[in-house]
């Protein structure tokens, strides 16, 4: 993991399965590039703690919304 968004996930209170679940989509859009896909990852649990979107928002416009 490059970035460390568990830490903010664990404060906004996502569960560790609502994590895996959108690590593993994000993980398939960028297969070859894991700096990517933990940067999406951060970025969109930040816009979860900040509250610009929930993650079941981010989940329902699934892979490069």
């Known amino acids: 993991m ?3 968004y568990t ?4 404060r906004v209170g996502i569960s560790r399965e609502r994590l895996q ?3 593993a989509l994000l993980r398939a859009e960028f297969p070859h590039d894991e700096m ?3 940067l999406h990852i951060l970025r969109a649990v930040l816009a979860v703690e900040r509250g610009d979107a ?3 928002q981010i989940l329902r416009q699934g ?3």
Do not use: N
Request: aromatic content about 10%; overall charge negative; glycine content about 0%.
């Open 2 to 4: 490059t970035f460390d």
């Open 7 to 10: 830490t903010v996930a664990d």
């Open 21 to 23: 679940r959108f690590e």
């Open 36 to 38: 990517m896909a933990d």
């Open 54 to 56: 929930t993650l079941k």
């Open 63 to 65: 892979p490069a919304a």
